[in-house]
């Protein structure tokens, strides 16, 4: 049932429901957006002590955060980015498949 729009957006909910969240750093209002790096569209601020899930990863624009400084983007859904350096996810590396 691959490439019908239903069957895509059924796997992306399973994949979401079944990712591990993460908290995000504390005191942080993480801001989410478009695509990874600061240049892409916010699209949504997270609340003070949100976690998030990750569905995939992929390498973006170098940030420094919380937890150290590194080009690592988190996807938390369809379309939605974070920096992983404001996500305790207990690694310096990849915790998720990278995004195709």
Known sequence: ???RPEADAAAAVTAAATAT???VAPGIRLKVRSGPGTQYQLVRTLPLGASVPITCQ??????T???GT???????GSGQYVSDSYVR???DG???PRCS
């Not at 080009?71 to 938390?76: F, Q």
């Open 70 to 76: 590194t080009n690592v983007w988190d996807n938390i």
């Open 1 to 3: 049932m691959a490439g």
């Open 58 to 63: 992929k390498p973006g624009e170098w940030v």
């Open 65 to 67: 955060g919380t937890y």
């Open 89 to 91: 996810t207990g690694s």
């Open 94 to 96: 990849y915790v998720a």
């Open 21 to 23: 969240r993460y908290p």
